[in-house]
């Protein structure tokens, strides 16, 4: 099976922030026997790249995409809606983890418009949890392809991979593990 990584951000693309996303998921993902990486990309902030680069793996056939970055409330944070435009998909309201959000945060404290934008996803995706971040992730069944949709911040993406995506997306599919050990002599 083929895998991809896409890591998403300016910020990654002119060097201010270290792409570590890419290599954490490569090294995780290079456990399965079964599952091989192809392409691993790192875009800029741009809706019509990001539509661009998600049409080619999917037309190359990748079973699993791993995306990351840009789910949070800023401007430049525009995967989400990159991924609404491509997918022809509205934003829902995932009313439960908005009022997790809300009672986590207070009404007082809290721009509540912020919020609203962490808790909302695709309607054709399933909420992945984010148990230590605002930003909910996504999980999108495209004919063949999982795609999975997390935040770029990288404690956020590891909780999510670690206790979500491995355990029920990789692991029921993708039973062989490869365990490495390198000898320095």
Known sequence: MKAAIVCIGDELMNGSTLNSNSSWIAREISKYYDLKIKYIETLHDDIDIIKYKLSKLLINGCDYIFI????????????KNALKFFFKSNLILEKKYYDRLISYFGKENTDIGHLKSQAQILECSHPIPNMIGTALGMYIKNENSSIFVMPGVPSEMKAMMKNE???NYIEKKCKHKIYKKVFLT
């Not at 949070?72 to 525009?78: A, E, K, N, V």
Request: charge should be negative; glycine fraction near 20%.
């Open 68 to 79: 990351t970055g840009g789910l949070g409330p800023t401007h430049d944070d525009i995967t």
């Open 165 to 167: 995506i491995i355990p």
